[in-house]
């Protein structure tokens, strides 16, 4: 018999690795709301529980499943994407440089650019993908972490993970990765190379726009991963009980909904690729994308749910669209059951990478035919 986090991913997926609540015999964990835990009459904590900053309950299962999935030695829980994402660099020493790609999740980007540089840590921004710009950036001795995003937001540009990664090691740096567009269900960062995984665990993970969380995922249980667990535990960062548990619902779903939205992202692109009111497509499952041969390399199973277009007329025609749409919603974030489209040049502001004339598209899981028909009628109307 295979062990539970040997299973493939929809079966540790849609029974959370099988484990039943001991005390019920309950399929579904129960939630432990607990700030604090009995100790023994001898003083100790044999149960493993002491307060509820370092360690709860509830939160195993959710991590255990996500360090399955990744195929990682262990995984955090946080408070939200951004939580999870900061920790890593906050675990770093001020003086110690970070390279991060041009084009990424922007609430980071702005992030490293304002606060973590005011903290003393030395950032640069690297063009996507670009591997001679990234041997070029990184500093032998110096540079103490890259971070990818791929595919990243909101062009979709792809990196390729393995070849990032023996650049990063020859370096004497560790490699994280952003993988919450892709899921552990296309790409496996720790397999390819990476030496930490981070998620928005608010978006496809969880997957019903009802909830803030983030993870980290780490291949070793290392120096580096006990000061990242130090920095959850001394800034207290955490998630609530009830959130764990609703992270846990929502991932038994992960593998029927990315395969949806896979699918019919991947349907759209196709379709209103050569649309006269497109002028271009942006999706990695394309083979007119420029690193298309490295995304079929290392992602398994689809190409994501989010594209984005190039809207012909600039920005007043991308805004005018997205205001002409009725099935999609205009709104933020990604990864939800419902489809969402934003114009992000006007929400990011200046010094922003995006190109003004881009709409980006969450596709969710409604019947294609009227998430294709929404869009042919608003673009007939410009
Ligand atoms: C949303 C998002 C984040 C930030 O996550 P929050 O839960 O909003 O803090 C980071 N990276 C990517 C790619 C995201 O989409």
């Known amino acids: 018999m295979t062990a539970a986090n040997d299973r493939r991913p929809a079966t540790i997926l849609a029974q959370a690795l099988g484990w039943i609540d001991e005390a019920t015999g309950g399929l579904a964990p129960g939630i432990q709301p607990s700030s604090t835990f009995l100790r023994d009459a001898d003083n100790q904590y044999r149960r493993g529980f002491s307060y509820g900053r370092d360690s709860n309950p509830t939160y195993l299962q959710a991590e255990a499943v996500l360090a399955a999935l990744e195929g990682g030695a262990?995984?955090?829980?946080?408070?939200?994407?951004?939580?999870?994402?900061?920790?890593?660099?906050?675990?770093?020493?001020p003086g110690d440089h970070v390279l991060a790609p041009v084009t990424m999740y922007w609430g980071l980007r702005k992030w490293l650019a304002d606060e973590a540089r005011r903290w003393g840590l030395a950032v640069d921004f690297v063009p996507n993908g670009d591997l001679a710009a990234l041997e070029g950036a990184l500093l032998p001795g110096k540079t103490r972490l890259v971070w990818l995003e791929t595919p990243a937001n909101p062009t979709w540009d792809i990196a390729d993970i393995a070849a990032s990664?023996?650049?990063?090691?020859?370096?004497?740096?560790?490699?994280?990765?952003?993988?919450?567009?892709?899921?552990?269900?296309?790409?496996?960062?720790?397999?390819?190379?990476?030496?930490?995984?981070?998620?928005?665990?608010?978006?496809y993970l969880n997957g019903h726009s009802d909830l803030i969380a983030g993870v980290l995922v780490t291949a070793r249980h290392d120096a580096a991963w006990q000061r990242i667990a130090a920095t959850r535990h001394d800034g207290g960062a955490i998630l609530?009980?009830?959130?764990?548990?609703?992270?846990?619902?929502?991932?038994?779903?992960?593998?029927v909904r990315l395969?949806?939205?896979?699918?019919?992202?991947?349907?759209?692109?196709?379709?209103?690729?050569?649309?006269?009111g497109v002028v271009r497509v942006l999706y990695p499952g394309l083979a007119s994308h420029p690193r298309h041969a490295v995304a079929r390399a290392q992602m398994q199973g689809g190409f994501g749910g989010m594209l984005s277009l190039r809207v012909a007329g600039g920005e007043r025609a991308a805004i005018a669209l997205a205001a002409r749409l009725a099935v999609w919603k205009r709104a933020t974030s990604l990864g939800g059951v419902e489809s969402l489209v934003e114009h992000r040049a006007s929400i990011e502001g200046p010094g922003t990478p995006c190109p003004t004339d881009l709409l980006r598209l969450s596709v969710g899981l409604e019947a294609p035919e009227d998430l294709q028909a929404d869009l042919e009628q608003a673009l007939a109307a410009l």
Not at 247 to 254: A, I, K, N
Not at 259 to 276: I, K, M, N, W
């Open 74 to 93: 262990g995984a955090l829980l946080f408070a939200s994407g951004m939580a999870a994402a900061t920790a890593v660099f906050q675990s770093l020493r």
């Open 165 to 203: 990664a023996r650049l990063a090691h020859e370096a004497g740096a560790m490699l994280a990765v952003d993988n919450t567009v892709p899921t552990p269900l296309l790409t496996r960062p720790l397999e390819l190379g990476a030496d930490l995984v981070m998620h928005a665990a608010t978006k």
């Open 240 to 255: 609530g009980s009830f959130e764990a548990w609703l992270l846990l619902r929502g991932l038994r779903t992960l593998a």
């Open 259 to 276: 395969d949806r939205q896979c699918a019919t992202a991947q349907h759209l692109a196709e379709r209103f690729s050569g649309h006269p």
